[in-house]
């Protein structure tokens, strides 16, 4: 019988290598921006920390400028920089698009475990979208995120932020309209290193 457990146990280790490191980066992160003594310098995060945290609904109906579904499936695993605007996007939003990219760029090799997110809650600002998917390469553009700024705060109060997005599909942190750059990017290069820290440890079996 013993034995039998044994294999048992054996066959779903790498099962649960799989869930440790998928969910890793979120899990490591919380722990450390929750428990901010126990980073070495003993750092507070520069942004305002989501509590409770707003997960994006399974339901939310976003779509991109062509009319199709947004494929979330893209932001799964990845930590997202979201920019939420209403339905033009004046100089200071542009400004704010710029931060995000330069941010990203800042981040080196980490970039690539980093996207870039413009939700837009105007579905009908299609020509809008088109033109800064054509202006900001590479970051990702939806349209439809009325339901998102319902649950994030009243009136417009959520609207011209930059917020960031869990690898488990949670907004966790926002910033001001007026926040620095670098504020955003030191809290994103600290909630990184916490993750690979987290999916090293994993990787040698501590815990």
């Not at 920019?83 to 690539?112: F, K, P, T, V």
């Not at 907004?171 to 916490?194: N, Q, W």
Request: aromatic share 8%; proline share 4%; net charge negative.
């Amino acid at each position: 019988m013993s034995d039998e457990a044994g294999r048992k146990s054996r066959s779903l280790a790498p099962l649960w290598a799989m869930v440790a490191v998928f969910a890793a980066p979120a899990i490591a992160a919380w722990f450390f921006y929750l428990n901010p003594e126990y980073l070495p310098s003993g750092r507070s995060n520069k942004g305002e920390l989501i509590d409770p945290v707003v997960a994006l609904p399974s339901d939310l109906a976003l779509s991109t400028w062509d009319g199709s579904d947004f494929p979330r499936d893209l932001l799964e695993g990845k930590w997202t920089l979201v920019y939420l605007a209403g339905g033009a996007c004046d100089d200071a939003c542009r400004n704010q698009l710029i931060a995000m990219r330069q941010i990203r760029l800042a981040l080196g090799e980490s970039q690539h475990s980093v996207e870039r997110l413009l939700v837009l809650t105007d579905t009908t600002a299609t020509d809008l979208a088109r033109e800064l998917g054509a202006e900001f390469a590479g970051m990702r553009i939806a349209l439809g995120g009325g339901r998102l700024a319902e649950l994030l705060g009243e009136g417009t109060v959520a609207l011209d932020r930059i917020y960031i997005l869990d690898p488990m599909g949670n907004l966790m942190m926002r910033y001001a309209a007026g926040a620095p750059a670098r504020d955003t990017l030191e809290d994103l290069e600290h909630l990184l290193k916490a993750s690979k820290n987290w999916i090293k440890g994993a990787q040698y079996g501590h815990k």
